[in-house]
């Protein structure tokens, strides 16, 4: 397997203890979580907020019930970072017509756009990974993720079972 002077190291020092599968994957992971936090500050994000206004973009209105629970966060730590995001005036929140004790939680326009800059900075972090692939390649590689996504998806839930 080929890795730059630097990871070749880190692999080496770890042995057999990991194989190159895991080992690639979670440098993998770990580069792409940095690209995307990287990408979250310099548009004036935080944390979890990317992943929250993505959330609010598909799904209009929520309540931070819904949101807590989606996300598997404590309904305090969403009661912060909503805060926050109030602050900023990328969210707002609205009493339900329908129930007027429920107050769901929308984009405001500012939202709205920092998502589409988070979006299309998440799309740019797409074409550095994928430089140098050709459709096709990037076509197999994306194919061959998702089979180890439903391969390890389905061990899961037998386990559960």
């Known amino acids: 397997m080929i890795f730059s002077d630097e990871l070749a190291k880190k692999r080496e020092a770890l042995g057999n203890h990991v194989t190159d599968f895991s ?25 979890g ?4 206004l993505m959330s609010l973009a598909t799904k209009k209105l929520q309540t931070q019930k819904e949101l807590s629970e ?26 339900d017509e329908k129930d007027m004790r429920n107050i769901r939680v929308s984009l405001t326009q500012k939202g709205m756009d920092k998502f589409h800059a988070f979006i299309a900075k998440g799309t740019s972090i797409d074409g550095v990974a994928f430089d140098g692939f050709s459709e096709e390649e990037k076509e197999i590689c994306i194919k061959l993720f998702m089979r180890i996504l439903d391969n390890l998806n389905k061990e899961l839930q037998e386990m559960r079972e």
């Open 49 to 52: 907020q990317p992943r929250i």
């Open 23 to 47: 080992f690639t994957l979670s440098v993998l992971l770990k580069l792409y979580h940095m690209h995307m936090m990287r990408s979250a500050q310099e548009i004036g994000l935080s944390g």
């Open 70 to 95: 989606f996300f598997r966060v404590k309904p305090a730590s969403m009661t912060d970072t909503l805060k926050r995001m109030e602050r900023d005036e990328l969210i707002e929140r609205v009493r």
